[in-house]
């Protein structure tokens, strides 16, 4: 998939993760349904063991590409100063097929298969280039967390 610069848009304002946990770096697509995000692994992030980014790693990806399918309706105003926390609820099924590399850039989709209220049930795949790292089906749970 190839970036379009004017596309793009950045993760921070769906997602409350910070680094070193922040594990997406853009979206490239976005609808109620539906999301695409891009990730470069970096030589000092927390998953990278022997310049391979890890098992969880991926999973962690997947989990924040997910949740900005349902985090987008907590984060409409930008002006809002809104802080939401989320839970993978269930990783109904997982699978690794290969693991990247430092210096590699991943993307990740993400299929909204269900939805009730602030849960949802989500089909999700990882590529480097052409190559399929990781699929999977995940729940989530995300909620505003009041002051």
Known sequence: M???????????????????????????????????TSFEILKDNVFVHNNKFAEAGLIENLAQTCSSILGQSF???????????????NIKKIEVFSLPVVGDKIISKASLISQYENICHIFCETFNKDELLIRGEINLFIQEVKS
Do not use: Q, S
Request: glycine content about 2%; cysteine-free; charged content about 30%.
């Open 2 to 36: 190839e970036l379009k610069e004017d596309h793009i848009i950045n993760i921070h304002n769906f997602l409350p993760h910070r680094e070193p946990m922040l594990m997406a770096d853009y979206i490239l697509e976005l609808t109620k349904e539906k999301v695409v």
């Open 75 to 89: 984060f409409e105003n930008p002006e809002a100063d809104t802080k939401v926390i989320g839970f993978i609820t």
